[in-house]
């Protein structure tokens, strides 16, 4: 059997700095920076410009580990940077110049990730590093399951014993802190396994990182499995040590995430609906969170819906929306496939990954909803939306017609998973041609990348954008083919 395991972490390791961005403007670039360290030691200074050392804040100490942030800005500057551990990180932090920003997902896979070869794993880390070189990127976006972290299910004798058991059983089953102290410190070691990798790390210390989850930085499948199971003590135990493993090293806070500690990015001050918004000249960036507030039935939840309206109309005047949907937003017909499924018998096992999709049948409402809330932002506040999806593991791109402006979708999926078979994205390009339009008259549509003839591709891949004076152009780098044309957005 496979091991699904974490590979050990040395208990003097450093790790970090990793960047994440926190917006900014014309004049400075506001960050922070995580370093985690073995409890008790003395960590280098952070200096930015050869500035004095800033003060860390900590976060959390878990494990033997404790995880520091240190909140700090930079000069709008296309050559700013700061020192640590004796090195100095370059980071171009000018965004009223022109910018360039990468795009990422599916940073693993669901069966022996860490036991790959890093030269093969990190194969695009690698070349993306290369392009920062040439050129600098100035924010890093993730759209998602930036780890694979389904080998949870095997961190604990109790969980899997709870795995194997009865509903009944499952239902009625206690959450121990013994399980929980094992759920929690998979969750964190797993980052650090990936994050801590040369080819990861080297590029989450120089470009600051915004990043927003999906299901498997949780288990597969969260929030669309069965009521029941979402319900039961165990899961919701373990989901709550992936949002506190979620706080801790994707928004670099700490781990209660609560209204005192969530960074003011986060919308929701209670921490119901992780969503988030950063503001930058002529930029803003926006992530719902389709995690968080799940069930089979909803995707965004109350939190989410209250927020994400107020978030997107209240958007700095003039500004282009990049939008983070971890699921694509625009996508073929999924209705026929889980009509067709629900007659086969044992089919129903797929189920789930089928209501991950907002093109679901069991989410078409509140798709229609979406849908219609974008295009509102878009013409009555005059906005241009380009949306970020990741999840499929293929690259592909779309437009939702609105009666009024053209809204881009450019999915980007994986960076490191491996590519589906070629006969995987014939179906899924079958099911494109067929079509769907939820909304009259506003025609949703997947189209090839530039230059390709299928609607998918299936190659490992991730997304630039470039900014050039007001024009915004994308282009895809797949692995084994190369990059595609400029595609004008």
């Given at each position: 059997m496979t091991d699904r395991k974490a590979k050990i972490i040395k208990g003097n390791d450093l790790f970090g700095p990793f960047l994440?961005?926190?917006?900014?403007?014309?004049?400075?670039?506001?960050?922070?920076a995580l370093v985690v360290a073995p409890e008790g030691m003395e960590i280098p200074e952070l200096r930015p410009m050869g500035t004095a050392a800033v003060s860390p804040v900590e976060l959390a100490t878990l494990f033997g580990r404790t995880y520091w942030r240190f909140d700090f800005d930079l000069p709008a500057k296309p050559d700013a940077y700061y020192h640590f551990d004796g090195e100095t990180f370059t980071v171009f932090s000018d965004f009223?110049?022109?910018?360039?920003?990468?795009?990422?997902?599916?940073?693993?896979?669901?069966?022996?990730?860490?036991?790959?070869?890093?030269e093969d794993r990190n194969a695009l880390w690698t070349d993306l590093g290369r392009e920062h070189q040439n050129r600098p990127f100035a924010l890093l976006l993730h759209g998602g399951?930036?780890?694979?972290?389904?080998?949870?299910?095997?961190?604990?004798?109790?969980i899997v014993r709870w795995t194997k058991a009865r509903r009944?059983?499952?239902?009625?089953?206690?959450?121990?802190?013994?399980?929980?102290?094992?759920?929690?410190?998979?969750?964190?070691?797993?980052?650090?396994?990936?994050?801590?990798?040369?080819?990861?790390?080297?590029?989450?210390?120089?470009?600051?990182?915004?990043?927003?989850?999906?299901?498997?930085?949780?288990?597969?499948?969260w929030g669309s499995h069965k009521k029941w199971f979402q319900g039961?003590?165990?899961?919701?135990?373990?989901?709550?040590?992936?949002?506190?493993?979620?706080?801790?090293?994707?928004?670099?806070?700490?781990?209660?995430?609560?209204?005192?500690?969530?960074?003011?990015?986060?919308?929701?001050?209670?921490?119901?609906?992780?969503?988030?918004?950063?503001?930058?000249?002529?930029?803003?960036?926006?992530?719902?969170?389709?995690?968080?507030e799940r069930t089979p039935n909803d995707i965004m939840g109350d939190h989410g819906w209250r927020d994400l309206p107020v978030a997107l109309e209240?958007?700095?005047?003039?500004?282009?929306?990049?939008?983070?949907?971890?699921?694509?937003?625009?996508?073929?017909?999924?209705?026929?496939?889980?009509?067709?499924?629900?007659?086969?018998?044992?089919?129903?096992?797929?189920?789930?990954?089928?209501?991950?999709?907002?093109?679901?049948r069991w989410h078409r409402r509140e798709w229609c909803r979406f849908l219609e809330l974008l295009e509102r932002i878009a013409n009555d506040h005059d906005h241009d939306i380009t949306i970020l999806s990741g999840e499929i593991h293929v690259a592909t791109r779309g437009t939702f017609e609105t009666q009024g402006k053209t809204i881009h979708q450019l999915v980007a999926s994986g960076i490191s998973h491996t590519a589906p078979p070629v006969a995987?994205?014939?179906?899924?390009?079958?099911?494109?041609?067929?079509?769907?339009?939820?909304?009259?008259d506003r025609p949703t549509k997947l189209k090839p990348l530039p230059g390709r003839i299928g609607t998918y591709c299936a190659a490992r891949n991730y997304l630039t954008l470039d900014r050039k004076g007001q024009n915004w152009d994308a282009n895809w780098h797949l692995e084994g083919i190369g990059w595609t044309a400029d595609l004008t957005i």
């Open positions: 994440f961005a926190r917006g900014g403007d014309d004049r400075v670039s506001k960050l922070a009223s110049s022109d910018i360039r920003i990468g795009f990422v997902s599916c940073n693993g896979q669901e069966e022996g990730d860490l036991d790959r070869p890093l399951d930036q780890i694979y972290a389904d080998g949870v299910w095997e961190c604990h004798p109790d009944r059983t499952k239902q009625s089953s206690a959450f121990s802190e013994d399980m929980r102290d094992a759920v929690l410190k998979f969750y964190l070691d797993h980052y650090l396994a990936i994050y801590g990798q040369p080819q990861i790390s080297h590029m989450l210390a120089r470009v600051p990182s915004l990043m927003m989850w999906d299901d498997h930085d949780i288990f597969d499948g039961s003590e165990v899961a919701r135990g373990m989901f709550a040590c992936a949002r506190a493993a979620f706080c801790l090293m994707q928004l670099a806070a700490s781990p209660d995430g609560s209204d005192k500690t969530l960074p003011d990015m986060v919308l929701d001050r209670a921490g119901k609906s992780l969503a988030w918004k950063v503001e930058y000249p002529g930029i803003s960036l926006v992530a719902p969170d389709l995690r968080s209240t958007v700095s005047k003039g500004n282009r929306i990049l939008l983070m949907s971890s699921v694509p937003v625009i996508g073929p017909r999924l209705s026929l496939v889980e009509m067709f499924l629900h007659m086969l018998p044992r089919a129903q096992k797929y189920e789930d990954d089928l209501r991950d999709q907002w093109q679901s995987f994205a014939r179906c899924l390009g079958l099911l494109a041609w067929i079509g769907d339009n939820p909304l009259p």
